[in-house]
């Protein structure tokens, strides 16, 4: 329960900061950035950077209502390492697919969408 609290509570500072939304991003250790996943699930992934890489934190909300399931993706890339997190969807349909990847300086992060997810 302390986690969720924790989650919740750094989605909404990430919120209000004025976190961008996009389908890829090149992100700064400690900025957050949020991808939509479809109209009631969405992403949050941020990092910080540490002498063994990139310590990755995604946290996944899927629904809308403050009893929506929530989960939470952790990492650590060194350089040059990437790393995918699949969040399902509706039965038939892909899932949605965020690559995260230590690109020396910054976080690249991508967001596949489900035509390319299903390839």
């Not at 389908?23 to 990092?47: C, F, N, P």
């Not at 996944?60 to 969807?89: N, W, Y």
């Not at 349909?93 to 300086?105: R, W």
Request: zero cysteines.
């Amino acid at each position: 329960m302390k986690n969720k609290v924790r989650t919740l509570l750094a989605a909404a500072a990430f919120a209000v900061a004025g976190v961008a939304v996009a389908e890829a991003a090149d992100i700064a250790a400690m900025t957050g950035h949020v991808t939509k996943l479809d109209a009631d699930s969405s992403a949050l992934v941020y990092y910080t950077a540490a002498p063994d890489g990139f310590h990755v934190v995604v946290t996944t909300q899927q629904g809308l209502t403050d009893q929506a399931a929530v989960e939470r993706f952790e990492a650590v890339l060194a350089a040059g390492q990437s790393a995918a997190v699949s969040i399902p969807r509706a039965a038939g349909e892909a899932p949605a697919l965020i690559v995260l990847s230590n690109a020396g300086d910054h976080l690249h992060i991508a967001e596949r969408n489900a035509a390319d997810s299903a390839r």
